[in-house]
């Protein structure tokens, strides 16, 4: 198809590129024969030029899992090979009197939690809702990363969005929402925003590096559902105990992709009984199939696997008040007592009531193996979430349905990646701090450095209630110190004594030694609990650079935002 | 000898800088409730024991947790006394760091179970502000001095009683480890206040024990201990002692070079002086002469017939500077716990309550806790704790006797003590499962069921008033001395004993193996034959033990 020469050329320029450049080539040669309808021509540098390099773009990013940076970061390359003057900003970094000032102003941000904004970006995105500055001259565009498994789907891009238009700023493209698989719709917004500063057509370069242009990555990153079975389930806890955690172990069918620190998602089922006494108040045949803007099926397989039935969102019970003609407080409520309490009208028809349910949110669990060991093998630890309602112990509905599932069971899960949690080059020093179930990905991470025979050093916190019964992984954790993986291990146990001890009163006895492994660049990681548990550990943390570093309250902060900014502080909280 | 290798335990000892070894570092590790192995076998010295519970062995490990360590702390109580304050202290040490049981040892001294390794000096720090300690109750060195336990076996039991805590003092380590490491004392300057002449740094080969009996009652099993002193009394005057050595009751199975033996009587010393440095010296013949290469073949009982009873009496002469006199005559016609209320010394009354297998605790039958709790925080009595693991309530005044006697009535101890059966009574069984590691089947857990199934059997034969002694253990050990008994079941394997028969009820007589691997139903058949023929041709005043020796059957 291609001459010998030219083939030569191609090998040559291959053989003496790095990878990085390849890709460039990549995605440059993509975009000459897809883009710009075979008009641009590939003049090199100084070849096709667009408008002067006048306008000022600036890109911000909030992230959890670093998805949202990822993509910024894509795109200030692009635009910069554009020649444009982009600056990229994380979102906690930006100075909110800044704002009436943007020129060209494009955010990249997830949705967290039930439809939050990710931690990193409370403060603007409340400073957004509360600030009175007009944005007449700011012009702007929102690309929304989210999950559409969960019932609020991109909605912090949206509120973002909307909140723009009402202090004046100009919509110059509109929100661009991406589901997991986000590379597509993202790679549209970005040649969406940069045709905007295409002076004429053929001037703009050829869009390189875009996040589709690369077909391997592209695929590897799609929601991708994973059958698995599992293959050992034990309660870690000893008998005693007043907590139920569960090391799960499945297998799948293929090789797994995924690194240390990741989580895998998954979609509880329903539990049985409930499904029943919904049907029966609903007066529903389970049999009756039924098709939703999302799913389909029985009645019983869509309450069973596909919609939530726990504690509906404040949305979905107006929309049951309303159907049902009842009066409901504002209040967050279980399918079943709505029917139970809220009886509805005589011959409404089930289906409406199906209509109004949200999709069962998948739940992440951080995976506690590395792909290293058994490539086909992911491992979770999941603690069992109880509450009480109405002073009646309940059990959460993902952790319990984890817990009860026998051995040789199927499951279906997909990889969540954390781009924001990972390892270090092998010999870089770490500080895991990990209590409860925040020791999964350390376990994950030990496996890795283990596997890579890491040269850096190692050190864990872990904590729990009682040393007998709820030391997690206690053998493993000895062999690893055992075997020299492990330099460090320090442990809490908060009801062994009078004195509540956790890990963070642990960091600060051995403040000095932690003080000197940060300043040697060790990289500080914090997952399990976000509230208390991670707050304090960075508070204490705080506290050891004032004490070891002696550093002013201002300093240490800086000191962590520094930190931060090298990844060298990295959480993975819930 | 020599030329044979010492045993590992001999270089840890010696290695151990005054059985410190890294004991400290093995209690900061926070990874694991276990010590170091080494320290294992040094913490004996300081009285206490690593254990695990062995019924959960295998589901923590599927769980990936370490077995469920703990240690067993032992006191050192030398004539098994107690002050009523010692014990109420007693009584919330075992609540707030062990099981909550109380366990009373044959040795007249309590052990507590299930204590984590955080524990051990919160529980230490707590007996020494009762003026307790764990010093030297286990370990190759001497173990807790045992005496007659009640005043009312002489007028002058008090004065015998003193040579236990004497004796004790005499042979404690001059080690201050104990003091540092679990009371964080000061270490010391110079290391001077720590030479051991006694013990120097390589300790004894093996345990060591003393007892000391007053005739006619040979309540402690004196002859089983490497030193056995019995008093010499004649017109309420302590005499001296006869001095016997050489006893010792544990054995290996399938090791036919260990046996059990009594200790031979050796002769006779007048003061205190003299016995004082008798027995000092016979341990130091054993410290010197004891086999260092085999812990199996350790024990003084050994060494005596490798020297030679001769032998050993000349050396232990010339080691003295005198002349043992020729032992003066005694009678032991009786081993028992007086039980129910005697008058002693001074006018004082003692009860002694019966503690099946020794386990203090309260439960369906009785509240055998709460009553001695009760009764210790009247400060009206102490206790004093007996070698068939019985407690005595002691030292009460006549006044008091009777508000006492309310507490043991209330809390079902005087209905347990007098409604349980002779044998029961008269019966010992080791600690075994789940705690021991040494265990090869139940003893104190399984022995009180065996004796419900054996009871309808005495009573059909007629013979259920007859104290016939029965005593069971775990292993071969003999921690609950059966082969000083007339029916012995000594463990082999889960559900299975040896069954040995024609020990005398006076603990004078070892008795023999009869049996082997026999499970519960060939157990009651064998006993009900054989006990069977005991009823009918007993002669007048014949024990079941004479009678099986007469009669040919071991
Ligand atoms: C608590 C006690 C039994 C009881 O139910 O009361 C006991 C319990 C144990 N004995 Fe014993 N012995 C106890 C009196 C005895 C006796 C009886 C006596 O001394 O009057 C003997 C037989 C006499 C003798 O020493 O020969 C005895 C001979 C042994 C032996 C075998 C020694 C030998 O020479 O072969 C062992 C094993 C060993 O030392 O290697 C042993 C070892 C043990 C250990 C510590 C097991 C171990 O080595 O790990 C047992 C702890 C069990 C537990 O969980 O509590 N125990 N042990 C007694 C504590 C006495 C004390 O307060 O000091
Ligand atoms: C990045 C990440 C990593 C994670 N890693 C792990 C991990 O490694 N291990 C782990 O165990 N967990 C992990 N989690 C948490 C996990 O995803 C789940 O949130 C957790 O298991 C609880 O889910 P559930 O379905 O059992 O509880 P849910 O049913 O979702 O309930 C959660 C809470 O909602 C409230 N609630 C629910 N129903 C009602 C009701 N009817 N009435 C009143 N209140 C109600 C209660 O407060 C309850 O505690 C992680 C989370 C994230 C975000
Ligand atoms: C705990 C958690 C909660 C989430 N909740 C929502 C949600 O309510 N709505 C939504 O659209 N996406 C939700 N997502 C999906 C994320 O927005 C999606 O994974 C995104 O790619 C993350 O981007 P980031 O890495 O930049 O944070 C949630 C993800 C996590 C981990
Ligand atoms: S006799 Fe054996 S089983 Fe019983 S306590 Fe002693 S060592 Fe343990």
């Known amino acids: 198809m291609i001459p010998e020469i030219k083939l030569n050329i191609l090998q040559e320029l ?19 024969v897809s883009g710009h309808g075979g008009q641009v021509t590939a003049g090199g540098h100084g070849g096709a030029v667009n408008a002067q390099p006048v306008k000022k773009i600036s890109i911000l990013y909030g992230t959890e899992t670093g998805n949202s940076k990822k993509l910024a970061l894509q795109f200030t390359g692009l635009a910069k090979q554009q020649s444009l003057n982009a600056r990229c900003t994380a979102i906690e970094q930006y100075r909110h009197e800044d704002l009436s000032k943007e020129n060209y102003l494009f955010i990249v941000i997830s949705t967290q939690g039930e439809g939050e904004p990710p931690e990193t970006a409370k403060k603007f995105y409340d400073f957004l809702h509360q600030t009175e500055t007009r944005l007449e001259d700011v012009k702007y565009s929102i690309l929304a990363l989210g999950d559409s498994s969960y019932p609020l789907f991109c909605t912090t891009g949206e509120a973002i969005d909307q909140q723009l238009q009402r202090l004046g700023a100009t919509r110059v493209l509109p929100l661009q929402r991406c589901d997991v698989d986000y590379e597509q719709p993202a790679d549209d917004w970005f040649k969406g925003v940069i045709g905007l500063f295409a002076s004429a057509p053929g001037s703009a370069k050829a869009v390189g590096t875009s996040a589709a242009a690369q077909p391997g990555e592209a695929k590897k990153h799609a929601k991708k559902n994973i059958e698995g079975i599992i293959t050992r389930s034990i309660n870690l806890n000893d008998k005693d105990s007043t907590r139920r955690t569960w090391h799960i172990e499945i297998r799948a069918n293929e090789d797994l992709d995924y690194e240390a620190g990741d989580s895998i998602a998954i979609v509880p089922s329903n539990r049985h009984e409930v499904v029943e006494r919904i049907i029966e108040l609903g007066k529903a045949d389970p049999e009756e199939h039924v098709t939703l803007a999302k799913s389909a099926g029985t009645v019983r397989e869509l309450l069973t696997g596909k919609l939530n039935i726990c504690y509906l969102l404040g949305s979905a019970v107006k929309k049951y008040a309303a159907l049902s003609g009842h009066e409901i407080p504002d209040i967050r409520m279980d399918l079943v007592d709505l029917l139970r309490i809220y009886p509805l009208k005589e011959g409404t028809p089930f289906a409406e009531v ?25 491992h979770i630890t999941v603690s069992l979430n109880a509450f009480l309602k109405q002073d009646e112990q309940h059990y959460g509905l993902c952790s319990s349905f984890l817990g009860d599932l026998a051995v040789n069971t199927a499951i279906t899960f997909y990889v969540h990646r954390n781009r924001s949690f990972k390892l270090p080059e092998p010999s870089k020093d770490i500080i895991m701090v990990g209590p409860g179930t925040g020791i999964a990905p350390f376990r994950g991470f030990l496996q890795d450095r283990d596997a890579d025979a890491a040269s850096g050093r190692n050190w864990l916190f872990f904590g729990e209630r009682n040393f007998t019964s709820d030391f997690f992984y206690q053998t493993e954790i000895q062999q690893f110190h055992e ?63 004032s004490e070891q570093g002696g550093k002013t309250e201002s300093a240490a902060k800086e000191y962590l935002e520094q930190m931060k900014k090298e990844g060298r502080y990295q959480k993975d909280v819930y | 000898m020599a030329d044979k290798k010492y045993t590992p335990v001999e270089r840890i000892k010696l290695a151990s800088d005054g059985l410190r070894g890294s004991l400290a570092a093995s209690l900061k590790d926070e990874l694991t409730g276990a010590i170091r192995e080494d320290d294992q076998t040094l913490i004996k010295f300081h009285g206490m024991y690593q254990q695990d519970d062995r019924d959960r062995r295998e589901e923590r490990s599927e769980k990936r947790l370490e077995w469920l360590y703990s240690f067993m702390i032992r006191l050192r109580l030398p004539g098994g006394f107690m002050t009523g304050e010692q014990w109420l202290g007693l009584h919330h040490i075992a609540g707030e760091h062990a099981t909550e049981v109380i366990k009373i040892t044959t040795r007249q001294t309590i052990q507590l179970h299930g204590i984590l390794k955080s524990h051990i000096k919160p529980t230490l720090r707590s007996f020494d502000t009762l003026k307790l300690d764990s010093i030297a109750a286990c370990g190759d060195v001497n173990r807790n001095v045992t005496c007659s336990s009640h005043p009312m076996e002489s007028p002058i039991h008090q004065q015998v009683f003193e040579y236990a805590d004497k004796i004790s003092l005499m042979a404690l380590p001059k080690t201050r480890s104990y003091f540092e490491i679990w009371l964080d004392h000061e270490p010391l300057l110079s290391k001077e206040e720590e030479i051991d002449p006694l013990y120097q740094d390589r300790y004894l080969p093996r345990k060591f024990k003393i007892a000391i009996a007053i005739p006619p009652n040979n309540d402690v099993d004196a002859f089983s201990n490497d030193i056995a002193l019995i008093a010499i009394i004649e017109n309420n005057e302590l005499k001296g002692f006869n001095i016997a050595a050489g006893g010792g009751l544990g054995t290996t199975h399938g090791n036919s070079s260990t046996y059990p033996r009594l200790a031979t009587v050796l002769g006779f010393c007048d003061t205190e002086e003299k016995v004082m440095k008798a027995v000092y010296e016979i341990i130091t013949i054993q410290r010197d002469h004891g086999d260092r290469t085999d812990r199996k073949r ?62 203090v605790t309260d439960d369906k039958r009785a509240s055998f806790k709460t009553a001695f709790y009760e009764i210790a925080a009247t400060g009206k009595a102490s206790f004093r704790f007996t070698a068939n693991q019985n407690i005595i309530v002691s030292d009460v005044d006549e006044a008091d006797k009777a508000l006492i006697h309310t507490i043991l009535e209330r809390y ?21 499962f789940n705690t021991c590691p040494l265990a090869l089947a139940e003893a104190q857990r399984y022995l009180p069921t065996l004796i419900t199934r054996l009871e309808p059997i005495l009573e059909k034969h007629g013979v259920i008033n007859d104290a016939i002694s029965i005593r069971m253990t775990g292993c071969p050990n003999g921690c609950g001395r059966p082969t000083l008994s007339e029916i012995g079941l000594i463990g082999t394997g889960y559900g299975k004993y040896n069954l040995h028969l024609g020990g005398d009820r006076n603990g004078l007589r070892l008795n023999r193996k009869y049996k082997e691997n026999l499970e519960e139903p060939e157990i009651l058949s064998e006993l009900d034959g054989l006990i069977g023929s005991y009823s009918r041709e007993q002669q007048s005043g014949e024990s079941f033990g004479d009678f099986v020796i007469r009669k040919s059957i071991v």
């Not at chain 1, 951080?366 to 490539?375: A, D, R």
């Open chain 1, 14 to 32: 291959i053989n003496t590129s790095s990878k990085e450049e390849i890709i460039w080539i990549n995605g440059y040669l993509n975009g000459l």
């Open chain 1, 354 to 378: 199906l209509n109004i349910l949200h999709p069962i949110a998948p739940r992440l669990y951080s995976v506690s193996s590395s792909p290293k060991l058994e490539p086909r093998e992911v």
């Open chain 1, 483 to 545: 075997t020299g993986v492990l330099q460090k291990v320090n442990v809490a146990f908060s009801r062994d004594t009078d004195k509540k001890v956790y890990v963070q009163h642990r960091m600060k006895e051995h403040g000095k030694d932690l003080y000197n492994w940060l300043e040697n660049g060790a990289v500080f990681y914090v997952a399990g609990s976000k509230v208390p548990m991670s707050h304090e550990v960075e508070e204490t943390l705080l506290e050891i650079m």
């Open chain 2, 298 to 359: 350790a024990r003084l009982k050994y060494t005596i017939d490798r020297l030679g009873v001769d032998n050993f009496k000349e050396e232990l002469e010339r080691r003295c500077g005198f002349q043992l006199e020729e032992a003066r005559p005694y009678a032991f016609t009786k081993r028992v716990d007086h039980f129910g209320w005697h008058a002693g010394p001074g006018g004082k009354w003692h009860y002694t309550a019966f503690v099946e297998t020794g386990r």
């Open chain 2, 412 to 432: 079902g101890v005087v209905a347990v003590t007098e409604s349980s059966g002779e044998m029961r009574k008269n019966a010992i069984a080791c600690v075994a």
